[in-house]
């Protein structure tokens, strides 16, 4: 008996040629880009623009800062946030660590290295990270799991995602967005925070991954 | 120019009035249209039931009933749609090209894209609202080309219809075969057509007609049903001069 | 169209049994039976509620959907690449295959190969069984719905959960899914909150509210996603040159799955494939777009192979990810791929906008398709996977609007292979007498039409049928199949005076026109 690879590639040949010219059919690609040429390239400030009102669109909270105001308008935003029994922490990617003395808003600051899983499900509020690049046309952020970044775990169990982002790592579309990125780690596309649309198809935010999304826009 | 109408086998002998409307209509633009009688049925019901043998000899009967034309021009979209979209699949697309299923064109194609009809001198002082029909919209791709005539008309008064591009429950032998569903598209379609309060209601097709007319006689409710080339034709009987402008030529 | 009719039955044998899983027709069991959509649905479309409730939601999707489509410029460009990608991969799906599995290997992942529903079930219970695992949480799958893998897993003394909310609601209530991408559609708020309240739920606990009834999943599940060690999913694109799977979701569950476990199983069909990363670019510009109207789903986690595991103190933080394993199955895609017409269907991206743009699913619903796979795609996919024979009349549900073809990312032509599926329906029901019936009265009919003499005669008699049978038929119809449906709700036409060809003969036109 041949084993059941060799049966389904054989099945796929055997489908794939004509029964009456025992040709095998042919197929040619054309190559056209996602979004097509026909659409001008934003500038700049156009495109940063989209990217915020299409995040935004998501139920998002959009924050645009100056480049050293993040420390501070991250505490503005915890300040707004109404405080959970028993989350008294607040994870923060390795290279922002730096912006903080110990707490902010009254929360521990805290090296994802010393949270366990268990901690971020019961004591980490929510967790401030950088990201790889996010897309305007469709409002999303990407993660590739680089240094820059928190773990993947930190951005999916607690209740909040803070995300900073720069202007510049503002790309206009998919197009060659993912292509780029090294696959040897895992690449998270976000778009807004969790959502459901199974009742009713009524959007409902925070099912099983956060509930809420910040996002830092850092402009020079 | 050789010119014939195409009028389907549901008009040729249930609507033969749509017809007719459309003959004349032709007519006083000053188009010599014949109706070849070898004409029979194109196959639609055959190919859509199942019966694709069948339904290719009809096709092939079909084309070869207008073989001496330049243009064929129907007034059912779903007939039309058949011939065009549907024959180059079932008789092979070289066959169906060199039996020319390019040059069936619906009525208001015929009159805006060919003659190039640009005002109309006719009055139609009614509230009509026009059910777009599945195949002038994603068969032959008509657009509002039906209304654009309609609209050209002193008097009337074009009432949107709801949810007019979907489906009427028709079907063809979809209506026999699955009348439960088929009957509550049908009265869905039937309440948004009462809603817009209209005295006439129209399309581009008379298989949706006899349905909905079906129906709309079954509830007893007044309401005329009447193909758009018979509005047309209705509104420009009464002119005494020459009653179209067009163009000419595409 | 039906050049290669005899082929789906063809070459590569006859339909397993084991294809049957999919059915969700009412008799049970191993020897599961055919589909009457027919019956069925016509039992469905009294349920008002179910019909108030799909209709809202299909109303809603298709607005949001026009929307975000009508944002990108070159949508229709967009549709054809998709199809000629999806339409090269499975011209090639051989080379793809081995490219993807090398790709795989080379980043410690494990392929396996499973020609039919059954082999796949216990390639699975075997690698959970390796893991040690007496439980299992799963990320929304159509595939191992497919091939029945929760009812195999429980058999197995394997806890399956579904994560995905309207899968959790569709597990606890017992039901049947009744849509690709909202299972639970036929249930509108408060059936929801009581069906949670009669299972994990405390009563009276729950308020009719979505985000109520969502965050009492969230509770309910999240301890589950801590605790477990092994999930399970399908994947929704597998990227040849890379290796890579991808799966595009929106709630966090699968994420949350693919993630936490060290152990990870994905079960794809073969067809799932594309060749590259810029290729999943087109299609992650489709998908959300069709599926949800969004520009973009709130997730999409894309890996290779085995992923280092998430590093915390509280795993073995030295360790790799224990193992990924993806289980490639045929299931009866390769019957489908030897159909020249009907090979189309394996582009299906499982978007579901057929669904919610089709007028028959609207009133019907999920279930009378009797399906894992509902709508027009269900109506295409199914009678290939399981044989005419058993998809019953499946195929006739639909009027052929083509609002399906209109909508389709990947540009499937489904009232095509409907009328393809329905020529090899009809030259298969030589053996029953309706079927005969139905078959003699169109033989007749299609001389008549084909001969202009006969016609001449046949169309005189229907205006004489209509003028002195009308009346009565208008009353007695309704007892008189065929027409009997026609007739309840619908008056016949009245009869014309003259036949169209009659007039023009005679030169009367002018005594048919409306006065």
Redesign the interface.
Known sequence: MP???N???Q??????TS?VTGV?????????T??????AKLDHDDLVKQFIE?VE??RSTMVEIGPDELASAFEKVLLGIEAREGFDTICVAPPLLHLFNKTVAGYKVTHP??????D??SKVLGTLTGCAIG?A????IIFNSSDDEA???ST??PDHLFVVINESQIAQ???????SFD????????????????????R?E?????RNLTVFVVRQ | MKVAIFPSCIVDTIFPEAGAAAIRLLERLGVDVDFPLEQTCCGQMHLNTGYETRARKLAAKHLSSFSQYDWVIGISTSCTTTVREFYPQLLGATSAEVGGSGKFLELSEFLLDVLGVTELEGTFAKKVTFHTSCHSLRGIHLGDRPQRLLSMLEGIELIPLPKSDSCCGFGGTFSIKNSAISTVMMEEKLANVYWTGAEVLTAADSSCLMNLSGGIQAAKKQLTVMHYAEILEIATRQSQKKLLNHSGGR | MSKTSSTIHGPNGSIPKANTWLLRTEHHGEERGRIFFKSRSTREIRNLQMRKNISHATTTIREKRKRVVSEVPNWEELRTRASQIKQHTLANLDVYLEEFERNVTRAGGKVHWARDAAQAREIALELVRESGASSVIKVKSMVTEEIGLNAYLSENGIEPTETDLAELICQLAGDESSHILVPAIHRNRVEIRDIFEATFAQKGSLEADPPKIAEAARKHLREKFLRSTVAISGGNFLVAETGSVAIVESEGNGRMCLTLPNNVISIVGIEKLIPTMEDLEVFLTLLPRSSTGERMNPYTTIWTGRPPAQMTPERETTEDRKSYNIILLDNGRTRVLSDEVGKQALACIRCSACLNVCPVYERVGGHSYESVYPGPIGAILTPQLVGDALAGDLAFASTLCGACYEVCPVKINIPEILIHLRSIHSDHKRDSVSGNLERGSFGIVGIVMGNTNLFNIASASVSRILKYGGPILNKIGKYLPPINGWVESRNLPKAPNDSLRDAYRKGTLDALLKK
């Open positions: 084993s059941s690879k049966e389904i590639l099945r796929i040949r055997q489908a794939n029964q095998r059919t042919q197929s040619t690609l054309i190559r056209t996602p979004m097509g040429d026909s659409e299409r669109d998501y290295d010393r949270l366990t899983l268990k971020y499900n897309l046309a469709s409002g999303t773990p993947g775990i999916l169990v579309d998919i197009v060659g967005a993912i292509t696959l040897g780690r895992p690449l998270t596309m976000v778009s807004g925070p969790s959502a459901t649309s199974d009742i009713e198809l009524a409902v925070g099912v099983h991954g956060p």
